[in-house]
């Protein structure tokens, strides 16, 4: 059954596999380090002057202009992984790693808030027939 398959055919299905390989570890790894961080206003302002400089590579560049037109992407699904499952987000990412992991310092995000406890003198929540 694998006849058909060259050693040319096998190398390339190799490579495809490490590359699929490599770049899933590359988004995990991404996602972790944004796990219970949320890019605050002044780090997305600094990516964003970023991808429009010519420090960035062509695709972060090209991923600015398609957020700039309201592609129905915005910066922040962009920086917390949100956008991950678009292929110019995730070779935007790639590529300018490096850079974006100094730009985005984040901010912590807020615990959720505990719910109040009632108090002896609240009214009840529920009203059955004994209730009053």
Same mark, same amino acid.
């Given at each position: ?47 964003? /002057? ?26 922040? /699904? ?12 995730? /070779? ?33 929540? /529920? ?6």
């Amino acid at each position: 059954m694998t006849a058909w398959r060259t050693p040319d055919i096998q190398a390339a299905e190799d490579f495809l596999s490490n590359a699929v390989a490599e770049a899933d570890r590359a988004m995990r790894t991404a996602q972790q380090n944004l796990r219970g961080k949320e890019p605050s206003t002044e780090d997305i302002r600094r990516v964003m /002057q970023f991808a429009k400089s010519s420090d960035a590579s062509p695709a972060m560049r090209q991923l600015a202009d398609r957020i700039a037109r309201g592609a129905g992407l915005s910066w922040r /699904q962009v920086l917390t992984g949100e956008a991950s499952h678009d292929p110019l987000v995730r /070779q935007a990412l790639e590529a300018d790693r490096a850079r974006l992991d100094e730009l985005i310092v984040g901010e912590t995000a807020p615990p959720p808030r505990p719910k109040p406890k009632p108090r002896d003198d609240d009214e009840p929540i /529920q009203f059955t027939e004994d209730a009053w």
